[in-house]
């Protein structure tokens, strides 16, 4: 089983910038692709980002693009997502996955580990 940790998520003003990481143990990091979600009130849980298991290929939603950059470390297990210009429709729980797959996966199905999530909240 693979554990994944959240952490780096916090309160912050409209243009501000956070990086949450996202650490992993119990089986081998490398050969996952890394995802982060994230689930505002009432809504869904939303696709962010994505990165295949070597960092060559990753994925955005189009509302993130541009502000948003995922990334990962395979020598220390650790995935992150640099968060930029925030908006206040940002602020949600950010929920990092695992799941196998070949590329880049927009799908929530692919994921079949989560961490509990970080809160991110955006004031205007």
């Known amino acids: 089983q693979l554990q994944l940790v959240e952490s780096g998520g916090g309160l912050v003003q409209a243009g501000g910038s956070l990086r949450l990481s996202c650490a992993a143990s119990?089986?081998?990091?490398?050969?996952?692709?890394m995802g982060w979600f994230r689930q505002a009130p009432g809504k869904e849980r939303e696709f962010v980002a994505a990165i295949n298991w070597n960092g060559r290929i990753t994925s955005y939603t189009d509302s993130v693009k541009g502000r948003f950059a995922i990334s990962r470390n395979n020598t220390v297990n650790m995935a992150y997502l640099d968060v930029n210009s925030l908006k206040p429709e940002d602020t949600a729980v950010y929920y990092c996955?695992?799941?196998?797959?070949?590329?880049?996966?927009?799908?929530?199905?692919?994921?079949?580990?989560w961490g509990r999530g970080t809160q991110v909240t955006v004031s205007s």
């Open positions: 996955a695992a799941g196998l797959s070949a590329d880049a996966s927009r799908d929530i199905a692919t994921y079949r580990h």
């Open positions: 119990g089986r081998t990091f490398s050969v996952f692709v």
